[in-house]
């Protein structure tokens, strides 16, 4: 069950405004790099549920969080249906982040209090969203779209609280213009937790990156 509320989860993704992601099916490696996020600063992980048997990594991930990582927020992302949306949260998932938006995963969170993130590619989309009670809308894939995509519906919908994912890279030029937009966070995933850095075990490097990342987002938000 979910050890935080929607709006605590909420409010530490405005806190710290990244919430880095990725998928490893070797469980050793994602303990590895989630607590090499979590030494770099990062207090949320978005673990993408796209492999066969993705919910025992989870599962176990998840109860290494709790036990040994106090304060790390787990969630779920890839999630394309309610059923696996309740399994998730039944293994500890703190929010559900999804591709698409779906009313019947708004419902099984919306039921649990839990933070749900759908992407969404339009302003419709995103105001159906929120009448459904969504907290944080992900605009995927956020490269396509991009920042003035972003400006644009903060305009008429100053309240909509945005998160892209993809098209996002832990550089000052890159964050500097989502948050200049005025994104509520950013998830991130490749950018960030590379193929190179796990291939190598650099996990020093992929603790600094997220510690850099994490300090650009704190000045370019000033």
Same mark, same amino acid.
């Given at each position: 069950? +979910?050890?935080?509320?929607?709006?605590?989860?909420?409010?530490?993704?405005?806190?710290?405004?990244?919430?880095?992601?990725?998928?490893?099916?070797?469980?050793?490696?994602?303990?590895?790099?989630?607590?090499?996020?979590?030494?770099?600063?990062?207090?949320?992980?978005?673990?993408? +549920?796209?492999?066969?048997?993705?919910?025992?990594?989870?599962?176990?991930?998840?109860?290494? +969080?709790?036990?040994?990582?106090?304060?790390?927020?787990?969630?779920?992302?890839?999630?394309?249906?309610? +059923?696996?949306?309740?399994?998730?949260?039944?293994?500890?998932?703190?929010?559900?982040?999804?591709?698409?938006?779906?009313?019947? =995963?708004?419902?099984?969170?919306?039921?649990?209090?839990?933070?749900?993130?759908?992407?969404?590619?339009?302003?419709?989309?995103?105001?159906?969203?929120?009448?459904?009670?969504?907290?944080?809308?992900?605009?995927?894939?956020?490269?396509?779209?991009?920042?003035?995509?972003?400006?644009? =519906?903060?305009?008429?919908?100053?309240?909509?609280?945005?998160?892209?994912?993809?098209?996002?890279?832990?550089?000052?030029?890159?964050?500097?213009?989502?948050?200049?937009?005025?994104?509520?966070?950013?998830?991130?995933?490749?950018?960030?937790?590379?193929?190179?850095?796990?291939?190598?075990?650099?996990?020093?490097?992929?603790?600094?990156?997220?510690?850099?990342?994490?300090? =650009?987002?704190?000045?370019?938000?000033?």
């Amino acid at each position: 069950m +979910a050890q935080y509320s929607r709006l605590e989860v909420a409010n530490v993704m405005r806190e710290t405004g990244m919430v880095p992601l990725f998928y490893h099916s070797d469980i050793n490696v994602a303990k590895k790099v989630l607590k090499a996020c979590y030494d770099g600063g990062a207090r949320l992980m978005e673990f993408t +549920a796209r492999g066969d048997f993705a919910f025992e990594i989870f599962g176990e991930l998840s109860k290494y +969080a709790q036990e040994e990582l106090p304060g790390m927020i787990m969630g779920v992302g890839s999630i394309t249906d309610a +059923a696996a949306a309740s399994l998730y949260m039944q293994l500890g998932a703190n929010f559900v982040v999804t591709p698409v938006f779906r009313e019947d =995963i708004a419902k099984v969170c919306n039921r649990r209090k839990v933070l749900w993130s759908p992407g969404c590619g339009s302003l419709t989309e995103m105001a159906q969203a929120e009448e459904y009670g969504c907290e944080v809308v992900k605009l995927f894939p956020g490269g396509i779209y991009g920042p003035d995509f972003v400006k644009a =519906i903060k305009g008429p919908c100053p309240w909509t609280n945005i998160m892209p994912t993809g098209g996002v890279s832990p550089t000052e030029e890159n964050l500097s213009v989502w948050f200049g937009a005025g994104v509520y966070c950013v998830g991130m995933g490749s950018k960030l937790i590379s193929k190179d850095v796990i291939a190598n075990e650099d996990y020093a490097k992929l603790k600094n990156d997220v510690k850099k990342a994490l300090e =650009i987002i704190s000045a370019v938000r000033k």
